[in-house]
């Protein structure tokens, strides 16, 4: 059974605006106000700003996506709140690392919640391209996605790389998030061939 998309549109919206409130809550006003009482928060901001870069890129990805879909059911509802609870660890793995200065285990959880936000889009894209057929719009901009194939490539390693090295894990997630970072154009370009006035 199909349903309209846009209560899981707007349901999703709400939920990644929440997230990134939460992750500016965590970033505690110093006592002091000299400029040296800003240093304690210099790992917070850094896990602050990648993470929002991260909730960013999934929202704008999400909502692209979404630009190529028709309607949703019930699987891809529950894909998506699959996809929702993994960004929802986001602001709680971001605290635990910036406040223990990138210590070992949090970057390690860090990136695991990172990669398990990717397997989780990926079986949302599955499920999208599932219900609207393999000759659908959504599965030719999808096709082969080689950046999601090199992003788990790479948080597997920087997982294991923070085992020994937890700066390098961080800055191989700053990788990912620059794969990223750039909007997907595939979809804007079918968007654009769709569109009526290039039928006319």
């Not at 970033?27 to 928060?41: A, C, F, N, R």
């Not at 929002?52 to 949703?72: A, L, R, T």
């Not at 997982?159 to 997907?184: E, K």
């Amino acid at each position: 059974m199909a349903f309209g998309k846009g209560r899981m549109e707007a349901f999703s919206d709400g939920v990644i605006a929440i997230i990134i409130t939460i992750m500016v809550l965590e970033m505690k006003v110093p006592h002091g106000d000299s400029i040296e009482s800003l240093k304690p928060l210099i790992p917070v901001f850094l896990s602050y700003i990648l993470s929002f870069i991260y909730v960013g890129i999934y929202w704008n990805n999400h909502h692209h996506m979404m630009q190529v879909v028709k309607s949703v059911n019930g699987i891809i509802l529950w894909a998506n709140l699959h996809l929702l609870f993994w960004l929802s660890l986001i602001p709680f793995v971001t605290g635990w690392m910036g406040e223990n200065h990138f210590a070992k285990w949090p970057v390690m959880c860090y990136g695991a919640v990172l990669a398990m936000n990717g397997a989780a889009y990926t079986i949302l894209e599955k499920a999208l391209i599932r219900h609207q057929g393999k000759n659908s719009l959504i599965a030719s901009v999808l096709g082969k996605d080689w950046k999601a194939k090199i992003s788990v490539v790479i948080y597997i390693a920087a997982i294991g790389i923070a085992w020994t090295n937890a700066t390098i894990g961080f800055i191989l997630y700053g990788v990912v998030a620059a794969i990223w970072f750039i909007p997907d154009k595939r979809i804007e370009k079918k968007l654009a061939n769709h569109s009526p006035e290039n039928k006319e």
